[in-house]
């Protein structure tokens, strides 16, 4: 029953998703008919179906309503974890109790968990109880091709409302938090004499507090592709749980030195040291995944009518997402249960090693195997791959499990022994510190390769398959060896698709309340505009790429930060060839002028600046935008920054028709797009640059109706998130939105007309 037992809570969890119409209904019908035959089975299944997508139902149900939007919130909770950036506090509370202050408002009892900002918030602990007064919006992040999905990684932790702390009313604190072994541990590792970076590893590898690893320790991890060595996972709980199981068998072999063998309290106390650990290190989904497939492990190791290696994989894979359904969206349970397949494939039926050099060509030819394997995963999850993983590997992996990991947990259990667990910790700051400089030389020589979004699928599959090859038993070596050497040189000439000449691809990004257009033909990238930022000092641009990337020119329409604030990040990890800007502006850089009648040709591509004038002095800053017309093949590309109405009116006779494409002025705004502009214009499809559950109500409801009126087909990021469009090909104007929204494609008109005003 493992497998069916595994693939019904997956089938759970994916309906429970989904959630197709009549779901119920069909889930009862098909009930009742088992009961009747007496298909006991076959109703334990649909029952553990049912416990699944009732679980992800009632997370889903659980989302902020968008009627609650902007209102005052009474919320009650639990601190589980507090992450300070500089004056901004980052709250992750359990809800306990939430009431609207207006009581005409809808209810949000059913709230579980809620991520928060405080800023300037006075000493909060986790585990601490507090009332505050809080203002929510629905979870949601931005989309954009290849970043990290900010959306779905608040779904999969479970937290169903974003927002803030108000300050009036005062947040009061409720109780203190209550005592519990592993803060009382992080305590005392605060209180010894060890230099700040062992401090936060010891914290890291041997109690799970990742959360005190700073941005550049992760930077650091995420570079070199160990990762999984600081997050605790099967590897610290398997340690703990073999060194209990080797010294408690020791000790029934001098106890009982004829029945030793048959001793099962050794396997208990395993599975016991396992559990605690686990529960010590916070029992967060990572640890409690790594302790189920342990106790799984221990059963299949103790061989009393033990399960198979792959029953026991489908059993931990069902017992954990059975216990938590939302894991099944957690790309570390992926990683985790890809590695493991690939070990039984690797050891199953081959002799067991003996001596040592046996071993240690056995553990260095399964890290080789296991290399392609989890860069392809990591590759389809994070859209990264550490170029130096594989070799890192091959010695921080022995290293941290052999060394560090035993050396910090050894320290804990002669902690009450004057000096014996300061020498094992100084033991374990140089070993640290021997990590780390390992991690950054490699870092240095090999450092972290973002592939372009294209790029992705091809390469994770190739690497993949290269896995397979080595990992399946039963394949010649001639087949193995000439089938890696023709996918080798395939990886390595794999290269980004670049337009045609003449080609233009227009990307609009999804940067909230901001704007930030990426214009890119086959040699030459402008941006117009760097996107907002905001109060925490975040830049949404610098999640769009890695550092080190060049752009020939950058626009910035005019001064206001959401449409300058990622100058200063372009500036400081990018490569600009110039920057340009309304005259009177400033943007925090030396840029030249756009004035009107400014014209280049790029690939084909034709650029012209439509406004502003000479003299700027009478305007204000959004009527001094620049605005930018764009040429490829028979499209065109308008876009008008800021400027208002009577401006649109002053350039609207210099616009060559007919525009495919319009970026509507100041986000949608009843300022702007009007209707001269639209009438004159007619753009064949309209995009709107604003932030989802924004305060502004972009687009206007007026704007929206006058560009339907012209017959425009209308975008918005807030909905669709990023649009990319191709221009200057001959066959019709191609397009993407990385959200593709199903009422969309049911609408009556088409992909057209979906947009809402949102006053």
């Not at 608040?154 to 108000?166: D, K, P, S």
Request: aromatic share 8%.
């Amino acid at each position: 029953m493992a497998m069916p037992l595994a693939l019904a809570a997956l089938v759970g969890v994916g309906l429970g998703r989904w959630a197709p119409s009549g779901l119920f209904e069909a889930w009862s019908l098909c009930l009742l008919f088992l009961v009747a035959r007496g298909e006991w089975r076959a109703v334990a299944l649909g029952a553990v179906i049912a416990f699944a997508a009732s679980q992800v139902l009632l997370a889903q149900g659980a989302v902020l309503p968008d009627g609650l939007l902007r209102a005052d919130l009474a919320l009650e909770g639990r601190i589980e974890s507090v992450e300070k950036e500089g004056r901004l506090s980052r709250l992750m509370v359990r809800v306990d109790a939430c009431r609207p202050w207006d009581s005409a408002r809808l209810p949000c009892d059913s709230l579980r968990r809620v991520r928060l900002s405080y800023f300037e918030a006075p000493e909060i602990e986790p585990g601490e109880r507090w009332a505050m007064t809080v203002r929510l919006r629905p979870p949601a992040g931005f989309a954009n091709p290849g970043t990290f999905d900010y959306g779905a990684w608040l779904w999969r932790e479970g937290i169903q409302a974003t927002g803030y702390v108000r300050s009036e009313p005062a947040a009061e604190r409720l109780a203190a938090a209550p005592t519990s072994l592993r803060q009382r541990a992080l305590g005392y590792l605060d209180e010894r004499q060890l230099s700040p970076q062992t401090r936060r590893w010891l914290a890291a590898l041997t109690l799970g507090a990742s959360e005190r690893l700073g941005r550049d320790d992760w930077d650091l991890l995420n570079a070199s592709g160990t990762t999984h060595l600081v997050v605790i996972s099967g590897l610290h709980v398997g340690l703990v749980a073999t060194f209990v199981l080797l010294a408690s068998r020791a000790l029934a072999r001098l106890v009982v030195p004829r029945r030793w063998r048959m001793a099962v309290w050794p396997w208990w106390l395993s599975g016991v040291a396992a559990v605690g650990y686990a529960w010590l290190a916070g029992l967060q989904p990572p640890a409690m995944r790594a302790m189920i497939m342990t106790l799984v492990g221990l059963w299949v190791a103790s061989g009393r009518h033990a399960p198979g290696p792959w029953q026991a994989w489908w059993l931990a894979l069902g017992l954990v997402v059975l216990l938590d359904p939302l894991s099944a969206w957690r790309p570390g349970l992926w990683l985790s249960f890809l590695a493991v397949a690939l070990l039984i494939l690797i050891w199953q039926g081959r002799p067991r090693p003996r001596g040592v050099s046996g071993w240690g060509w056995g553990l260095v030819r399964t890290q080789l195997l296991l290399a392609p394997l989890m860069a392809a995963a990591v590759l389809l999850a994070f859209a990264r791959l550490a170029p130096a993983a594989p070799l890192v590997n091959l010695v921080a992996v022995p290293l941290v499990s052999l060394l560090l990991v035993p050396l910090g947990l050894l320290g804990w259990l002669l902690a009450p022994l004057p000096y014996l667990g300061d020498w094992c910790w100084w033991l374990f700051e140089y070993a640290a510190r021997l990590l780390v400089g390992l991690l950054e030389l490699a870092v240095e020589r090999l450092p972290l390769w973002w592939p372009s979004p294209e790029q992705v699928l091809p390469l994770a599959l190739m690497l993949g398959l290269v896995a397979l090859l080595w990992a399946l038993p039963g394949l010649t070596k001639a087949l193995r060896l000439g089938a890696a050497l023709l996918l080798m040189p395939a990886m390595l000439g794999l290269t980004a698709p670049l337009p045609e000449p003449g080609v233009l691809r227009v990307r609009v990004q999804d940067v909230g309340q901001g704007q930030l257009i990426e214009l890119s033909s086959a040699n030459y990238r402008l941006l117009y505009d760097s996107g907002p930022s905001f109060a925490s000092g975040f830049a949404p641009l610098s999640s769009l790429w890695p550092a080190g990337q060049h752009f020939e020119e950058v626009m910035v329409s005019h001064g206001d930060l959401d449409h300058a604030g990622g100058v200063a990040v372009l500036a400081a990890e990018h490569t600009v060839g110039r920057f340009l800007a309304p005259p009177g502006e400033a943007i925090g850089v030396s840029f030249e002028s756009c004035r009107r009648g400014q014209a280049w040709q790029r690939d084909g591509v034709a650029y012209r600046v439509l406004w502003p004038p000479e003299e700027t002095e009478q305007l204000s800053s959004n009527d001094r935008s620049c605005v930018l017309e764009v040429t490829a093949g028979s499209d065109r590309l308008l876009i008008t920054g800021d400027v208002g109405r009577e401006i649109e009116r002053m350039f609207l006779l210099d616009v060559e028709l007919p525009v495919t494409l319009l970026v509507a002025g100041h986000h949608g705004s009843h300022t702007s797009s009007g209707p001269q502009l639209v009438q004159w214009v007619m753009p064949r499809h309209v995009i709107y640059s604003v932030a989802r559950h924004s305060a502004f109500g972009h687009p206007h409801d007026e704007v929206v109706r006058r560009f339907r009126r012209a017959g425009s087909c209308q975008w918005s990021t807030a909905l669709d998130g990023a649009v990319t469009f191709w221009l200057g090909r001959e066959e019709q104007v191609s397009l993407h939105a990385e959200r593709d929204m199903r009422w969309r494609r049911g609408s009556v008109e088409g992909r057209c007309h979906a947009v809402e005003s949102r006053q």
